[in-house]
Protein backbone atom coordinates (compact mmCIF):
# COMPACT_ATOMS: atom_id res chain seq x y z
CA UNK A 1 0.00 0.00 0.00
CA UNK A 2 1.19 3.49 -0.67
CA UNK A 3 2.01 6.15 2.29
CA UNK A 4 -1.33 7.69 1.49
CA UNK A 5 -3.86 4.85 1.76
CA UNK A 6 -5.65 4.33 4.90
CA UNK A 7 -4.28 1.41 6.97
CA UNK A 8 -6.84 -1.21 7.76
CA UNK A 9 -7.59 -1.64 11.44
CA UNK A 10 -8.94 -4.51 13.53
CA UNK A 11 -11.43 -1.62 15.25
CA UNK A 12 -12.32 -0.48 11.35
CA UNK A 13 -12.82 -4.19 10.22
CA UNK A 14 -14.99 -4.96 13.12
CA UNK A 15 -16.99 -1.79 13.19
CA UNK A 16 -17.59 -2.48 9.65
CA UNK A 17 -18.02 -6.38 10.63
CA UNK A 18 -20.62 -5.65 13.25
CA UNK A 19 -22.43 -3.08 11.22
CA UNK A 20 -22.99 -5.62 8.25
CA UNK A 21 -23.99 -8.35 10.75
CA UNK A 22 -27.06 -6.05 12.35
CA UNK A 23 -27.89 -5.29 8.86
CA UNK A 24 -27.79 -8.63 6.83
CA UNK A 25 -28.30 -10.94 9.88
CA UNK A 26 -31.81 -11.65 11.37
CA UNK A 27 -31.79 -13.20 15.07
CA UNK A 28 -35.05 -14.87 16.10
CA UNK A 29 -38.01 -12.62 16.75
CA UNK A 30 -39.12 -11.93 19.80
CA UNK A 31 -42.60 -13.75 19.47
CA UNK A 32 -40.97 -17.26 18.20
CA UNK A 33 -38.82 -17.05 21.15
CA UNK A 34 -38.66 -20.65 23.18
CA UNK A 35 -38.57 -19.83 26.75
CA UNK A 36 -37.84 -23.43 27.37
CA UNK A 37 -34.86 -23.40 24.79
CA UNK A 38 -33.54 -20.21 25.93
CA UNK A 39 -33.38 -21.93 29.52
CA UNK A 40 -31.59 -24.60 28.73
CA UNK A 41 -29.05 -22.89 26.56
CA UNK A 42 -27.68 -20.27 28.99
CA UNK A 43 -28.30 -22.34 31.87
CA UNK A 44 -26.13 -24.53 30.49
CA UNK A 45 -23.51 -21.49 29.33
CA UNK A 46 -23.68 -20.11 32.77
CA UNK A 47 -23.19 -23.58 34.44
CA UNK A 48 -19.95 -24.18 32.30
CA UNK A 49 -18.31 -20.68 33.26
CA UNK A 50 -19.25 -21.65 36.73
CA UNK A 51 -17.32 -25.21 36.24
CA UNK A 52 -14.31 -23.27 34.48
CA UNK A 53 -14.03 -21.02 37.85
CA UNK A 54 -14.38 -23.92 40.55
CA UNK A 55 -11.99 -26.05 38.71
CA UNK A 56 -9.08 -23.57 38.05
CA UNK A 57 -9.34 -21.64 40.93
CA UNK A 58 -10.44 -18.56 39.37
CA UNK A 59 -8.82 -14.72 41.46
CA UNK A 60 -10.89 -12.12 41.00
CA UNK A 61 -7.65 -10.25 39.30
CA UNK A 62 -8.81 -12.77 36.75
CA UNK A 63 -12.14 -12.65 36.71
CA UNK A 64 -11.68 -8.34 36.68
CA UNK A 65 -9.56 -8.66 33.88
CA UNK A 66 -12.05 -10.73 31.74
CA UNK A 67 -14.80 -8.66 32.76
CA UNK A 68 -12.70 -5.54 31.43
CA UNK A 69 -11.71 -7.52 28.18
CA UNK A 70 -15.52 -8.40 27.65
CA UNK A 71 -16.46 -4.62 27.45
CA UNK A 72 -13.41 -4.15 25.27
CA UNK A 73 -14.62 -6.28 22.61
CA UNK A 74 -17.93 -4.90 22.61
CA UNK A 75 -16.33 -1.52 22.10
CA UNK A 76 -13.95 -2.46 19.66
CA UNK A 77 -16.76 -4.14 17.59
CA UNK A 78 -15.43 -7.52 17.47
CA UNK A 79 -18.08 -9.56 18.79
CA UNK A 80 -18.65 -11.37 15.37
CA UNK A 81 -14.43 -11.66 14.69
CA UNK A 82 -14.27 -13.25 18.11
CA UNK A 83 -17.36 -15.74 17.60
CA UNK A 84 -16.80 -16.87 13.87
CA UNK A 85 -13.11 -17.35 14.95
CA UNK A 86 -13.31 -19.13 18.05
CA UNK A 87 -17.02 -20.57 18.40
CA UNK A 88 -18.61 -20.87 14.52
CA UNK A 89 -16.98 -24.20 13.66
CA UNK A 90 -18.72 -25.97 16.25
CA UNK A 91 -21.93 -24.35 15.36
CA UNK A 92 -20.95 -25.38 11.98
CA UNK A 93 -19.66 -29.11 13.04
CA UNK A 94 -23.44 -29.68 14.82
CA UNK A 95 -25.77 -28.28 12.33
CA UNK A 96 -24.56 -29.91 8.93
CA UNK A 97 -23.03 -33.21 10.67
CA UNK A 98 -25.48 -35.49 9.19
CA UNK A 99 -25.73 -33.83 5.59
CA UNK A 100 -25.19 -35.55 2.43
CA UNK A 101 -22.71 -34.11 -0.23
CA UNK A 102 -19.74 -31.63 -0.18
CA UNK A 103 -18.75 -30.50 3.13
CA UNK A 104 -18.98 -27.52 4.66
CA UNK A 105 -17.31 -24.79 7.30
CA UNK A 106 -17.41 -21.65 8.41
CA UNK A 107 -19.36 -18.45 6.77
CA UNK A 108 -16.40 -15.85 8.35
CA UNK A 109 -17.15 -12.43 8.86
CA UNK A 110 -16.53 -10.73 5.64
CA UNK A 111 -20.02 -11.90 3.73
CA UNK A 112 -21.60 -9.05 1.62
CA UNK A 113 -24.69 -10.45 -0.06
CA UNK A 114 -25.73 -9.49 -3.73
CA UNK A 115 -22.31 -9.74 -5.21
CA UNK A 116 -22.57 -8.90 -9.19
CA UNK A 117 -23.52 -11.70 -11.23
CA UNK A 118 -20.94 -13.49 -13.66
CA UNK A 119 -21.57 -16.00 -16.19
CA UNK A 120 -20.01 -19.62 -15.42
CA UNK A 121 -16.64 -18.44 -17.54
CA UNK A 122 -16.05 -15.55 -16.10
CA UNK A 123 -12.82 -13.78 -14.20
CA UNK A 124 -13.50 -12.19 -10.32
CA UNK A 125 -13.60 -8.48 -10.22
CA UNK A 126 -10.40 -7.29 -9.51
CA UNK A 127 -7.60 -3.97 -10.11
CA UNK A 128 -5.71 -4.03 -12.43
CA UNK A 129 -2.39 -5.91 -11.98
CA UNK A 130 -4.22 -7.49 -8.77
CA UNK A 131 -1.01 -9.04 -6.75
CA UNK A 132 -0.97 -12.42 -6.72
CA UNK A 133 -0.49 -15.97 -8.60
CA UNK A 134 -3.58 -16.28 -10.94
CA UNK A 135 -5.55 -19.10 -10.41
CA UNK A 136 -8.24 -20.80 -12.39
CA UNK A 137 -10.68 -22.67 -10.09
CA UNK A 138 -13.09 -24.89 -11.95
CA UNK A 139 -15.75 -27.35 -11.35
CA UNK A 140 -19.33 -28.87 -11.18
CA UNK A 141 -22.57 -28.35 -9.19
CA UNK A 142 -24.50 -31.63 -8.64
CA UNK A 143 -27.06 -32.63 -6.43
CA UNK A 144 -25.77 -35.44 -4.30
CA UNK A 145 -26.68 -38.44 -6.94
CA UNK A 146 -24.51 -36.91 -9.23
CA UNK A 147 -27.33 -35.28 -11.47
CA UNK A 148 -25.91 -31.75 -12.72
CA UNK A 149 -27.53 -28.79 -11.15
CA UNK A 150 -27.59 -25.39 -13.92
CA UNK A 151 -27.56 -22.57 -13.08
CA UNK A 152 -26.95 -22.95 -9.49
CA UNK A 153 -24.58 -20.04 -8.05
CA UNK A 154 -21.49 -19.89 -6.34
CA UNK A 155 -21.07 -16.89 -4.45
CA UNK A 156 -16.98 -16.10 -4.27
CA UNK A 157 -15.38 -14.31 -1.95
CA UNK A 158 -11.93 -14.08 -0.95
CA UNK A 159 -8.85 -11.95 0.81
CA UNK A 160 -6.56 -9.85 -1.51
CA UNK A 161 -2.70 -10.75 -1.25
CA UNK A 162 -2.28 -8.51 1.99
CA UNK A 163 -5.01 -10.62 3.17
CA UNK A 164 -7.71 -8.15 3.22
CA UNK A 165 -11.10 -7.98 2.30
CA UNK A 166 -13.25 -5.24 -0.23
CA UNK A 167 -15.48 -3.51 1.87
CA UNK A 168 -13.98 -4.38 5.42
CA UNK A 169 -10.71 -2.27 4.53
CA UNK A 170 -9.99 0.93 3.20
CA UNK A 171 -8.59 1.76 -0.39
CA UNK A 172 -10.13 -1.49 -2.22
CA UNK A 173 -13.16 -1.37 -4.93
CA UNK A 174 -16.68 -2.48 -3.42
CA UNK A 175 -16.21 -5.59 -5.31
CA UNK A 176 -12.50 -6.66 -5.45
CA UNK A 177 -12.44 -10.46 -6.02
CA UNK A 178 -16.44 -11.04 -5.11
CA UNK A 179 -18.67 -12.45 -7.43
CA UNK A 180 -21.51 -15.16 -7.97
CA UNK A 181 -20.58 -17.45 -10.95
CA UNK A 182 -24.13 -18.93 -12.68
CA UNK A 183 -23.28 -22.68 -13.97
CA UNK A 184 -23.35 -23.61 -17.65
CA UNK A 185 -26.43 -26.30 -18.88
CA UNK A 186 -24.00 -29.11 -16.89
CA UNK A 187 -23.49 -27.18 -13.65
CA UNK A 188 -19.85 -26.35 -14.70
CA UNK A 189 -18.00 -23.44 -13.84
CA UNK A 190 -14.39 -21.56 -14.07
CA UNK A 191 -13.38 -18.65 -12.42
CA UNK A 192 -10.29 -16.92 -12.85
CA UNK A 193 -8.81 -15.24 -9.89
CA UNK A 194 -5.99 -15.23 -7.68
CA UNK A 195 -4.59 -17.66 -5.57
CA UNK A 196 -4.75 -16.02 -2.23
CA UNK A 197 -1.95 -16.42 0.60
CA UNK A 198 -2.41 -17.05 4.58
CA UNK A 199 -3.04 -13.52 6.39
CA UNK A 200 -3.48 -12.98 10.37
CA UNK A 201 -7.01 -11.85 11.63
CA UNK A 202 -6.82 -8.23 12.96
CA UNK A 203 -4.56 -8.39 16.46
CA UNK A 204 -4.51 -4.19 16.85
CA UNK A 205 -8.19 -5.25 18.88
CA UNK A 206 -9.40 -6.81 21.82
CA UNK A 207 -9.25 -10.37 19.90
CA UNK A 208 -5.45 -9.54 19.66
CA UNK A 209 -4.92 -8.77 23.42
CA UNK A 210 -6.25 -12.66 23.87
CA UNK A 211 -4.13 -14.08 21.29
CA UNK A 212 -0.94 -12.36 22.59
CA UNK A 213 -2.02 -13.33 26.81
CA UNK A 214 -2.70 -16.93 25.70
CA UNK A 215 0.77 -17.29 23.55
CA UNK A 216 -1.68 -18.03 20.64
CA UNK A 217 -0.78 -17.30 16.54
CA UNK A 218 -3.60 -15.04 14.70
CA UNK A 219 -3.06 -17.07 11.56
CA UNK A 220 -5.58 -18.10 8.90
CA UNK A 221 -4.44 -20.46 5.67
CA UNK A 222 -5.05 -19.20 2.45
CA UNK A 223 -8.93 -20.14 1.51
CA UNK A 224 -11.48 -19.42 -0.93
CA UNK A 225 -14.71 -18.68 0.37
CA UNK A 226 -17.50 -20.22 -0.80
CA UNK A 227 -21.71 -20.04 -0.47
CA UNK A 228 -23.33 -22.76 -3.41
CA UNK A 229 -26.75 -23.14 -4.22
CA UNK A 230 -29.85 -24.28 -6.37
CA UNK A 231 -33.33 -24.68 -6.21
CA UNK A 232 -34.79 -27.09 -3.97
CA UNK A 233 -31.12 -28.14 -2.62
CA UNK A 234 -29.83 -26.65 0.69
CA UNK A 235 -27.23 -24.25 0.82
CA UNK A 236 -23.62 -25.02 1.40
CA UNK A 237 -21.15 -22.44 3.07
CA UNK A 238 -17.54 -23.45 2.50
CA UNK A 239 -14.19 -22.22 2.53
CA UNK A 240 -11.33 -24.44 0.37
CA UNK A 241 -7.68 -23.93 1.45
CA UNK A 242 -4.23 -25.46 -0.58
CA UNK A 243 -2.41 -28.03 -0.38
CA UNK A 244 1.21 -27.35 1.01
CA UNK A 245 0.17 -23.71 2.21
CA UNK A 246 1.01 -22.52 5.70
CA UNK A 247 -1.42 -22.81 9.04
CA UNK A 248 -3.42 -26.03 7.22
CA UNK A 249 -3.12 -27.47 10.36
CA UNK A 250 -3.08 -25.06 13.17
CA UNK A 251 -5.35 -22.65 11.68
CA UNK A 252 -6.80 -20.17 14.12
CA UNK A 253 -10.35 -20.41 13.69
CA UNK A 254 -10.16 -24.33 13.73
CA UNK A 255 -12.32 -24.48 10.06
CA UNK A 256 -9.75 -26.89 8.14
CA UNK A 257 -11.06 -30.51 7.17
CA UNK A 258 -9.46 -32.48 4.59
CA UNK A 259 -12.29 -32.95 2.33
CA UNK A 260 -11.68 -29.05 1.77
CA UNK A 261 -7.94 -28.69 0.51
CA UNK A 262 -7.35 -28.17 -2.90
CA UNK A 263 -4.18 -29.38 -4.51
CA UNK A 264 -3.05 -26.93 -7.52
CA UNK A 265 -1.03 -27.54 -10.51
CA UNK A 266 0.82 -25.04 -13.10
CA UNK A 267 -1.82 -23.89 -15.85
CA UNK A 268 -0.03 -24.25 -19.23
CA UNK A 269 -1.07 -20.23 -19.51
CA UNK A 270 1.06 -19.12 -16.37
CA UNK A 271 -0.75 -19.85 -12.67
CA UNK A 272 -2.00 -22.14 -11.57
CA UNK A 273 -4.95 -24.04 -11.74
CA UNK A 274 -7.47 -26.58 -9.78
CA UNK A 275 -10.60 -28.28 -10.22
CA UNK A 276 -13.24 -28.91 -7.22
CA UNK A 277 -16.91 -30.32 -7.34
CA UNK A 278 -19.53 -29.36 -4.92
CA UNK A 279 -22.87 -32.12 -4.49
CA UNK A 280 -25.76 -30.24 -2.54
CA UNK A 281 -27.93 -32.35 -0.43
CA UNK A 282 -31.67 -31.84 -0.80
CA UNK A 283 -33.56 -29.37 1.10
CA UNK A 284 -35.15 -29.62 4.08
CA UNK A 285 -38.75 -30.67 3.69
Known sequence: MSETTPTATAAASGASATERFLTDKTGMPAEDVDTARVDTLAAAVITAVHDVIRRHQVTYEEYNALKSWLISVGQDGEWPLFLDVWVEHVVEEVVTGSREGSKG????????????????????????????????????????????????????????????????????????????????DEGRFAVTTIQPAPYQIPTDGSCGRLIAAAGWHPWRPAHLHLKVSAPGHAPLTTQLYFKDGAYPEADVASAVKPELVLDPRPAGTGGNEVTYDFALAPAAL
Do not use: H
Not at 114 to 133: F, H, K, N, Y
Not at 146 to 170: I, N, R
Open 105 to 184: TIEGPYYVPDAPALPSVATLPMRDGEAGTPLVFQGQVTDATGQALPGAVLEMWQADDDGLYAQFAPGIPEWNLRGGIVTD
